[in-house]
């Protein structure tokens, strides 16, 4: 008879729905380093990319085998047909029809779940549509609203870093033990109606709002506009896959992310225990 010791329990598992991109014209399924690191550095989670594949499998089965679901930023934008608008956005942006065709399906099933849900940037405004909400599709040429736009220098630490200050209530002041908090917000489209299941919890100065929760869920299921996967760690573990030991460098980041993390360690233990 042996004395072995238990295998250790594996890291929660998160849902990331990839974008489409092209490279060398063929297609690709990719999902942005910094969210993945972010997750496991300041989660503590194991990442796991979905393709967008809505057309031959639907995802939301997947659901039930996960412990949270993230909806990350990309360049692209919501489609302004998904809100009930037939004229495009600022044509240099791109559309993702397939992330489109996966995530406002998935973010309802999740809810529904009642998922861990953190939604990023362009997952924010996806957050939005799926549960009825719009979107300004050129947040920018709206009258009183400031260019929430990307500075496109070109240099990460400029067009990522502090632009705006953020005034917090509900339950992000709680979290974060601060009314008002400095964010990396960047983006085209805004919220123009919020959807009526979410919560507003954060507003820029020029009144956008920057930060929801979802007004009936039991658990985590919350919206950020701006990146916090960014500065959650120093930024040079971001161009630098090569550092294994990042270190924290924003409070209110590390704290999205170590919330979101417990979120899906509870869930994961409530998942096990149903198996069992």
Known sequence: ????????????????????????????????DKYVRALAAGAGVQPLLLPNLAELADPRPLLDQVDGL?????????????WGRDDLDE????????RDAVSLDLIRAAIERDLPLFCICRGFQELNVALGGSLYPRLHEVEGR???RSLASGEMSLDYGPRHDLRVSGWFAELFGAETIRINSLHHQGIET????????????????????????????????????YDLVTNPQITNPQITNPQITNPQSAALF??????????????LALAA
């Open 91 to 98: 044509p240099s942006r791109p559309h993702d029809p397939a």
């Open 1 to 32: 008879m042996t004395n072995e010791s238990p295998s250790p329990l594996a890291r929660p598992l998160v849902l990331l729905p990839a974008c489409s991109k092209t490279v060398d014209g063929l297609p690709f399924h990719a999902v942005g």
């Open 70 to 82: 993230l909806m990350t930023g990309s360049p692209s934008n919501v489609h302004p047909s998904h």
């Open 146 to 148: 400031m260019d929430h």
């Open 258 to 271: 170590r919330a979101f993390g417990e979120a899906v360690g509870r869930r994961q233990q409530r998942r």
């Open 194 to 229: 919020l959807a009526p299941g979410l919560v507003a919890e954060g507003l820029a100065p020029d009144g956008t709002i920057e930060a929801v929760r979802v007004r009936e869920a039991k658990g985590f299921a919350i919206g950020v506009q701006w990146h916090p996967e």
